[in-house]
């Protein structure tokens, strides 16, 4: 095992038993006979394995649930269709195991803190999954010293101590962008989400980039992600004197309400404005017209990340993963703009 990182893995191989018998084992828990017991302990005595210190530190007691907590407006997560398909991947990993999914939706800083606070304090949950990451996120300086664990959604930009769960998106959102200008695109705006969450910021950063690698001058709103500012903003955007041939929006729910107030306007869809959203919700399949978005799936989201939490509450460790690269999927809402499909037609 020299030069290699030795692991729970390792200790259970070379004892001959499972890996949750070496975690019983090191936990003084009940279900490992004195023998067993013995070689477990040899077994990591001779491979120089410990377990991490922190989670060793941590109470043995389990609630066999894990905690999601949702700094956001009801209303926001009863349209977003991200959330129901992420908490239904938890709840697959979970409902396996015989655990089940703690969840509370707070809608400021300090109830979010408290909520921290008072399930790790009562032992209600093993851990946490935490969403949502913002920039210099305190939540995981809260986390760690409340000596619990957690897995976070997104690379944080502050050193953190827990797993990742990761996609990467700037492929996607390049091959997207790349998309509209070869349709012809030059007047392509951008409705943003809430930039202090990183992934609205990531995404902006990377609609900007293009935009200017293209030499062309970026156009954007900012919103909340919520559908209700997703329309306000398609409002302002078509009032400008900017009128966009297309819009990339941050979500996909507020590319369908876009797509509303377009149809209001007695818009042709996708000749008078091409639409897009970024993050893969179904319902983008059976609006008309169709969505053309990026290839996100939630519900892989909330499977990974349960089952990274899972085995960091179980063995005291848990790698990173990273989940295949968001794809452009290319439905019905995009064309090539009016004008040049006009010429195009003339020239024919």
């Known amino acids: 095992?020299?030069?290699?990182?030795?692991?729970?893995?390792?200790?259970?191989?070379?004892?001959?038993?499972?890996?949750?018998?070496?975690?019983?084992?090191?936990?003084?828990?009940?279900?490992?006979?004195?023998?067993?017991?013995?070689?477990?302990?040899?077994?990591?005595?001779?491979?120089?394995?410990?377990?991490?210190?922190?989670?060793?530190?941590?109470?043995?007691?389990r609630a066999y649930a894990l905690g999601l907590i949702l700094r956001r407006d009801p209303r926001t997560i009863e349209v977003d269709p991200f959330f129901p398909a992420?908490?239904?991947?938890?709840?697959?990993?979970?409902?396996?195991?015989?655990?089940?999914?703690?969840?509370?939706?707070?809608?400021?800083?300090?109830?979010?803190?408290?909520?921290?606070?008072?399930?790790?304090?009562?032992?209600?949950?093993?851990?946490?999954?935490?969403?949502?990451?913002?920039?210099?996120?305190?939540?995981?300086?809260?986390?760690?010293?409340?000596?619990?664990?957690?897995?976070?959604?997104?690379?944080?930009?502050t050193k953190s101590p827990f797993p990742v769960i990761s996609r990467d998106y700037d492929e996607g959102i390049d091959a997207l962008m790349e998309y509209l200008f070869s349709l012809g695109h030059r007047e392509i705006a951008h409705v943003a989400g809430d930039e202090r969450m990183l992934h609205g910021r990531l995404r902006r950063s990377r609609y900007d980039h293009a935009m200017t690698e293209a030499g062309l001058e970026p156009l954007v709103i900012t919103t909340d992600f919520s559908p209700e500012q997703g329309a306000e903003a398609t409002k302002t955007l078509l009032?400008?004197?900017?009128?966009?041939?297309?819009?990339?929006?941050?979500?996909?729910?507020?590319?369908?309400?876009?797509?509303?107030?377009a149809h209001e306007r007695g818009l042709k869809l996708p000749a008078d404005l091409s639409i897009t959203g970024l993050d893969g919700s179904q319902i983008g399949t059976y609006i008309y017209p169709s969505l053309t978005t990026l290839d996100n799936d939630p519900t892989e989201w909330g499977i990974a990340a349960a089952k990274a939490l899972l085995r960091l509450v179980e063995d005291g460790e848990s790698e990173d993963v990273a989940l295949p690269s968001a794809r452009l999927v290319v439905r019905t809402s995009t064309a090539a703009p009016a004008n040049l499909a006009d010429a195009a037609q003339i020239r024919k």
């Open 1 to 61: 095992m020299s030069g290699e990182r030795v692991t729970i893995n390792d200790v259970a191989r070379v004892a001959g038993v499972s890996k949750g018998l070496v975690s019983l084992a090191f936990n003084d828990r009940r279900g490992v006979s004195p023998e067993t017991r013995d070689r477990i302990l040899a077994a990591a005595q001779d491979l120089g394995w410990n377990p991490n210190p922190s989670a060793r530190g941590l109470t043995t007691r």
């Open 86 to 157: 992420f908490i239904a991947g938890i709840e697959t990993a979970l409902s396996d195991r015989g655990q089940v999914l703690v969840l509370s939706v707070v809608r400021d800083h300090d109830a979010e803190a408290s909520a921290y606070t008072r399930l790790a304090a009562e032992n209600r949950v093993d851990g946490f999954l935490l969403t949502d990451l913002l920039t210099d996120d305190d939540r995981i300086r809260l986390l760690e010293s409340l000596g619990t664990r957690a897995v976070s959604l997104g690379v944080p930009t």
């Open 239 to 261: 009032d400008g004197p900017r009128r966009p041939t297309a819009i990339v929006y941050g979500n996909d729910p507020m590319a369908v309400a876009g797509m509303s107030v």
